[in-house]
């Protein structure tokens, strides 16, 4: 059976043609692996996606998680799920051998996680979680610190959360009011009492494993009872529900968060410290908190993007598979009404939403990918500099795959909705709850405005330029290597990439030049104020890259169905010819920079 | 205090500053009225609206109809509400006298609705049937048929459907099955006994009012018992749930849908015949069918696009609203943490959002009032010339007002949830409901798909230009008394409108050169294909006419706050610079007439 929330295939081509897992393989830290044991892993992550996480996919929408008796009760078939995620030994997979994994690259997680979260976003989140927990306590904890906190999340026994917001507080992490009194040390380290209330807890609060481990940012109070003021006060505390002495911690549930979906990953809100104080150790130097949970902060970014990607390509293969089967009305030009109806794809217009979703959907995933092949290259390169070089292009692209996909996404699902009719707009069909899903993504983990800042603020404006001379120098090479191409071809006429490569050098050339008129502003207010339709033309820049660079690697690609590679060379096309162009008024306008929105009065809205 | 769904000034200033409701008063037809009755009758609809529209607007979505031994339940609220409109005798008011109406313009009645719709879409759904239905049958219906089911209608005591749509046939009225035998004829017209099953039905079984008035499509068996293919075949039928003998007619309720939004106004499948037959009386001509039912559709259409814009208009004061509140952040190039935030307003992205959903929400609603305004003319312009200008400009712009709000609407909304961040994401907030509602837009009443290829198959390339013709003089006319006003400006250095006419000058240009390629295009597939973006194309330059239209009345406005007249420029500034270039691209593609997507192979997708 074919898996029906995610096209394996082109998951598949992504991985093994586009990004060559087999050069992944050959890299030391992975060579305990082969293409063969790649694919296996993937193969078992769809069977799991199929049996266990899909099944409970719309039944967690409609029993989202409830208080009862003071205690969160969710759907059992979460912890089913979870439980065989675990017997399948997927928890750890990409952690290293020390840590209880298998040392598989995250390249390949990431095609894992892509199958789950299509299947079930709002359980996989769980997964998603404590993996991101465990390994921020395993790069930045003492060795106490992991054995306690990270190896029983490595062990799927214990869950865990990032507590960053705060009710008043929101994306502004500097006004947080969560404070620390120093408690003495222990083997664990330095210990503090929290006091606090935390919003936005993603599975802060359920009876799932044995525990749930917190990561908490709060401010270690001054000797004068006041909190340090901005963020560099701020220190990071893991904060266990359950205390090593098997009490329970002074951590309590003040409330649920009913959401519009996602249901199922029950979401909290926490009062740290009612009592006697809740007890949370420090993980890392006092006041380094931000810096260290900015680890799991990229990675959880890297992560919603990954999920909107997959959540976007869900839309794409129902809306396909519905648009083949539902036969509606005859194709235009035909007046005789005898003759039979055609099937919802053979009308234009539900083919232009396909492929928007086409392009959008499996552009966003690609994006994904590539970027967690730069996580394994900043680890595991041979070479300090290419690990180097793979750290900067990662941090630069960063809001890009948290945003393109978040963003994009939704339009995606907007159009699968629409290929379904007055159908698409009931609960009978999946659809509307991938939609609705998949609306989170542009608002946790960084809203898309907060993406834009860190974009363009910080690393184009607040960088040297490397970073973008390196993006720079990579479309570049994609650009030549297809218009070699396109020469070679041209002989045979059967050139299909020249054009593409014009339309990306045009864009490419329209970003850099609207990023020189930012930086020549003397006002950084004028120069940021449009860095959210900054990151989305940046995003079509890149992603029309990546459709580039697909669209050769589909050309080179052999044992592969002709009609496939025709389908991603036209993708390429339509996102060149339609999607990218857009980019360019906008472009015009940023580089503009005036100050209509500031001139805006208060009685002008 | 000030209604919180809807900007009331600005709803003021289009009807009365913009649109002139003076001289409509003029106008013989509505020589009862003057300014001072129409707006006590838009401050009635405003404390109906908050009074007993508004209070249950999130409770009937929460609270979906139900069945309950057979029966639909319904919250009690809603016939609440509907008796009080009823009493407030707005039911019938822009009807005429012997229809026990007040004859009020359209527009008028357009403004009433959007006040209940920005309150309550869901409720406003029952009066939006009514109405429509009952206009159907003044105008069509004999003097019995109007007499048995339009004026109990008009008196708030029976309700009504329409009835299109059959689950294998969609969008595609061709091939409906629904059939109708002869059963005589009776004084209510040429009866007959008609079988099928009808999908999407709203409003088709509840218990409020005396009966329910269902017009239904269907075809008349042919004499060896086949249907007539086609659309030509299809006739309308008053089919009642309750018969003139007080029994019940022979209609089933064979299902509720259950829906993503919209959620108060039932919606059914309905199963006609399952017995005896339903009895049903003729309107109008046996094949004159979907003729007539047009008229009701493109009141639907007009309505629904209004019902979208209102959607629109309340999310983008609810979030105004909260991002006036809010304090969160610092503004950009702020750097000490001990400054005390701002509220969200301040900060740049979050005024791009607001002045987004302003131009879109605010242009989608004047769009949907000059339609209103048409409408009046067209029934009472003394000059028969005026008259069918009036009716061909509508009917021309009946797509787009139908699209572009339902189109745009959800992407402002989209940006009313960002701006709430997570809160928006819950539902403690209207605007995750507001989106959720409005995205039904697109669908019903005839696809953004149907109503691009209505557009542009019929009303442009499929007529002889005249109505095209008539809306370049209309633009062209604009712009002509936009650049005198900028001449006499610049002399004071204050010309706000040469650059704004310029770009919708352009866009003209380009629409207008689009459609000559169009035109001569051999295949008319190609010419088609791209009927969609075409229409958001034309949408856009249609609202891009209407902002700086309403900029022209602003600067001419008296005695309203200057701050509310330089929010009108800016927002016409912003639409023209931001939202009105970004057509350039898709035009030209569309007009390439390349053949990509129907050269997607089968298994490209």
Chains 1, 2 share one sequence.
Not at 201 to 227: F, P, R, W, Y
Not at 439 to 457: C, V, Y
């Amino acid at each position: 059976m074919t898996f029906p929330y995610l096209d394996t295939q082109d998951l598949d081509f992504m991985l093994a043609d586009w990004l060559d897992w087999r050069a992944l393989a050959e890299l030391p830290a992975f060579a305990d692996h082969d293409e063969g044991t790649f694919r296996e892993v993937i193969a078992l992550s769809e069977a799991l996606a199929l049996d266990r996480f899909a099944p409970h996919n719309r039944l967690s929408d409609q029993n989202e998680p409830r208080l009862e008796n003071g205690r969160v009760v969710l759907l059992p078939e979460i912890e089913q799920a979870l439980d065989a995620f675990r017997e399948a030994g997927l928890v750890a997979s990409d952690f290293s051998a020390d840590h209880g994994g298998a040392g598989l690259p995250t390249m390949v997680t990431s095609g894992v996680a892509a199958c789950l979260t299509a299947a079930n976003v709002a359980t996989n989140a769980y997964v998603f979680l404590a993996r991101a927990n465990a390994r921020l306590i395993v790069t930045h904890g003492t060795q106490a610190q992991i054995d306690q906190w990270a190896m029983p999340q490595l062990h799927g026994r214990h869950y865990g959360t990032m507590c960053l917001s705060e009710p008043q507080a929101g994306s502004s992490l500097a006004d947080i009011r969560t404070r620390a009194l120093p408690d003495g040390e222990d083997a664990l380290g330095p210990r503090y009492r929290l006091r606090g209330n935390k919003m936005w807890i993603s599975g802060g609060e359920h009876d799932m494993g044995d525990n749930i481990v917190h990561l908490v940012l709060a401010k270690i109070a001054q000797d004068d009872g006041s909190l340090p003021p901005g963020t560099k006060g701020i220190s990071l505390f893991a904060v266990p529900r359950i205390l090593p002495d098997g009490t329970r911690n002074d951590i309590a549930l003040a409330g649920l968060n009913h959401k519009l979906g996602y249901r199922g990953t029950v979401n909290t809100l926490l009062n740290f410290g009612e009592g006697e104080g809740a007890l949370g150790w420090r993980i890392g130097g006092a006041g380094q908190g931000l810096a260290i949970m900015f680890q799991m902060m990229n990675e959880a970014r890297v992560g919603v993007g990954l999920g909107a990607a997959a959540l976007a390509c869900r839309g794409y293969v129902q809306s396909l598979a519905y648009a083949r089967e539902r036969p509606q009305g005859r194709p235009l030009g035909v007046k005789d009404p005898t003759s039979p109806p055609v099937a919802l794809i053979d009308h234009p217009d539900v083919r232009r939403m396909l492929i928007v979703q086409k392009v959008l959907a499996e552009g966003a995933l690609a994006l994904c990918l590539y970027g967690a092949r730069l996580i394994d290259l900043e680890a595991a390169a041979p070479e300090a500099g290419a690990r180097a070089d793979a750290g900067r292009l990662l941090g630069l692209l960063t809001p890009v795959i948290k945003t393109f996909p978040s963003e994009m996404g939704p339009r995606a699902n907007d159009l699968a909705i629409q290929i379904h009719g007055g159908y698409g707009y009931t609960r009978d069909y999946d659809v509307e709850q991938v939609w609705r899903d998949n609306r989170l993504n542009p608002i946790h983990e960084g809203t898309t405005g907060i993406q834009a800042l860190d974009l363009l603020g910080r690393k184009i404006l607040g960088d040297d330029g490397s970073a973008l001379a390196a993006l720079e120098g990579e479309i570049r090479a994609t650009v030549a290597r297809a218009r070699a191409h396109a020469t070679d071809a041209r002989a045979r006429e059967n050139d299909r990439l020249t054009a593409p490569a014009q339309a990306l050098d045009e864009a490419l050339t329209g970003v850099l030049d609207c990023v020189a008129r930012l930086r020549a502003m003397p006002d950084p207010r004028l120069a940021l104020q449009h860095a959210t339709p900054f990151l989305m033309a940046f995003g079509h820049l890149v992603v029309g890259w990546i459709w580039l660079d697909k669209a050769l690697a589909a050309l080179a690609a052999t044992g592969r169905n002709p009609d496939y590679i025709e389908g991603k060379l036209l993708a390429c096309r339509y996102f060149m010819e339609w999607e990218l162009p857009r980019i360019h008024p906008d472009l015009a306008r940023i580089a503009a920079g005036d100050d209509l929105l500031a001139s805006i009065p208060e009685g002008g809205f």
